[in-house]
């Protein structure tokens, strides 16, 4: 059981390009969401899921997109990377809503735009 | 405006001594708080939750505090470890129901000196 795995740990892009960062969780849970951490600052959602097939956009969205096409899966692209998007990202899930049940997340994927 | 946030960012604590990190919430509507545990390059863990129906939750070496009248929420840890150094910070949902609605506070850079 391995749990939430965000790949890649690390990653440096150049300003405009644009990547994927990926997330997967084995315990089928139903809700996955995408956090950024900056410092000085708590987690802030980005987009979540409550389900296969569906998404929603959570606090700071633009310049991000996502899709669940399965319980397992939840990718966050980058559409066109901007300095402002330098932070580490958090990948999370839970069997229901995150403020009912423990929410599991990933190690966390550093990026840095440059 | 709405916020959660912690009363000190830093705390040092002898090994063996009794940690107490403080949250102070604004929005009275809000019916779960979390509190979680973010060692230095890993995800955040969870470590214990509590409900407004209920005013203190015991764990493991830990107890949750909730008080509603100042909308206050504290982390108390018991006989403190080298182990326990890290970042914790809270989170509070609001009853909508939502994942959207989990709000994380800043953190606090838990010290244990030996």
């Known amino acids: 059981n391995a749990g939430v795995t965000q790949t890649p740990k690390f990653q440096v892009l150049k300003t405009g390009q644009s990547m994927t960062l990926q997330c997967a969780q084995d315990?089928?849970?139903?809700?996955m969401s995408w956090y950024r951490q900056d410092p000085g600052m708590g987690l802030r959602l980005i987009h979540y899921?409550?389900?296969?097939?569906?998404?929603d956009q959570g606090e700071v969205p633009n310049g991000y997109n996502v899709s669940r096409s399965t319980t397992e899966d939840f990718p966050l692209r980058l559409l066109s990377a901007a300095p402002s998007q330098t932070s580490v990202y958090f990948c999370?899930?839970?069997?229901?809503?995150?403020?009912?049940?423990?929410?599991?997340f990933g190690q966390g994927t550093r990026l840095t735009v440059v | 405006g709405e916020s959660v946030g912690l009363h000190l960012p830093t705390l040092s604590v002898q090994e063996g001594d009794n940690s107490i990190i403080n949250c102070a919430y604004s929005?009275?509507?809000?019916?779960?708080f979390i509190w979680y545990k973010q060692e230095s390059g890993k995800g955040p863990q969870f470590i214990i939750d509590?409900?407004?129906?209920?005013d203190k939750r015991q764990g493991q070496r830990v107890t949750v505090l909730l008080n509603k009248t100042v909308k206050h929420l504290s982390l108390q840890i018991a006989a403190t470890q080298p182990g326990d150094s890290a970042v914790y910070f809270c989170?509070?949902?609001?009853?909508?129901?939502?994942?959207?609605?989990?709000?994380f506070g800043s953190g606090t850079q838990l010290t244990v000196l030996p």
């Open positions: 315990m089928n849970h139903e809700y």
């Open positions: 999370a899930s839970s069997y229901e809503s995150f403020g009912n049940t423990e929410a599991f």
């Open positions: 509590i409900r407004s129906n209920m």
């Open positions: 899921s409550v389900g296969a097939g569906i998404t």
């Open positions: 929005n009275s509507a809000s019916d779960y």
């Open positions: 989170a509070e949902k609001r009853p909508s129901g939502s994942a959207r609605q989990l709000t």
